[in-house]
């Protein structure tokens, strides 16, 4: 999928592109099976009667090898847009992101607001409070609107997300399910560096109503059928 995408940019940029694959099929290894398909990749044979009759229909099955989603707000989504095709998939939305409490047990849904926050089943009651000011702080900071009366507001230009934490007596667990759930990073570097980034990650997930993920309808194949009359214009 990727040279695929890369094509498609370069193609957009008015460059001549040449593919050659030796493949069975445009994207093979990114694509999306049917019944079909999926016999003869695995099992190098035609599904019978009996497979049909016990498993369904062949349209009915669209199996990624490697599942994947889109960022809703994200580089891909945004690569997507620039070469023209991103109102051409149909993406549905995971419905909901959650995360696993180690302090009640329990898996929860991640706060996508400051008033989800202060009922959220993955805080204690606390944190509830704390994370909801954070998160009242970063639509603050990010819309460049005046704070709400008892939201404390730090200056982002010289804080880092550590700061920030500290600033609002924000407890390990709470980091990691801002900093890994919500702002979407793989470790924790960003809490060294400026907080505006980690706030403007944060703002980004919560504009998104908390379903930062979308998945294409019709499997990772639809991308690249979107892709492939661009490619062979």
Same mark, same amino acid.
């Given at each position: 999928?990727?040279?695929?995408l /890369? ?16 493949k ?13 398909? *999926?016999?003869?990749r695995?099992?190098?044979e ?6 049909f009759?016990? /498993?369904?229909? &062949?349209?009915? @099955?669209?199996?990624d ?8 707000? %994200? ?5 997507? $847009?620039?070469?023209?095709?991103? !109102? ?7 419905? *909901?992101?959650?995360? @696993?409490? %180690? #302090? ?22 606390m944190?509830?409070? #704390?994370? $909801?000011s954070l ?11 005046p ?9 982002l ?5 550590? !700061? ?20 979407? @990073?793989?470790n924790? !570097? @960003? ?14 997930y919560?504009?998104?109503? %908390?379903?930062?993920f ?10 690249? &059928?979107?892709?492939?009359? *661009?490619?062979?214009?």
């Open positions: 999928f990727r040279e695929c /890369l094509a498609s940019l370069l193609i957009q940029r008015k460059k001549r592109v040449l593919i050659i694959s030796k069975q099929q445009f994207a093979w290894d990114n694509t999306s099976f049917d019944l079909l398909k *999926l016999f003869s695995f099992r190098e035609e599904p019978t009667d009996e497979d009759e016990a /498993l369904g229909s &062949n349209k009915a @099955y669209h199996i090898l490697i599942p994947k989603v889109i960022v809703a707000y %994200g580089s891909m989504a945004r690569l997507l $847009r620039e070469i023209g095709v991103y !109102d051409s998939l149909e993406l549905q939305p995971i419905d *909901l992101h959650m995360a @696993y409490s %180690g #302090r009640s047990k329990k898996i929860g849904r991640l706060p996508s607001s400051p008033e989800d926050a202060s009922r959220s089943s993955v805080l204690s009651i944190q509830r409070i #704390r994370c $909801r998160l009242q702080s970063v639509q603050e900071q990010c819309e460049e609107k704070p709400e009366a008892g939201v404390a507001k730090l200056p230009s010289n804080a880092t997300m550590e !700061d920030m934490y500290h600033k609002f007596t924000i407890s390990e667990g709470t980091q990691a399910m801002i900093g890994h759930g919500l702002a979407l @990073y793989e924790d !570097d @960003y809490q060294e560096e400026e907080a505006r980034a980690t706030f403007d990650r944060i703002d980004a919560m504009r998104s109503g %908390g379903h930062p979308l998945y294409p309808v019709g499997g990772k194949q639809s991308l690249c &059928n979107v892709l492939q009359p *661009l490619l062979q214009a």
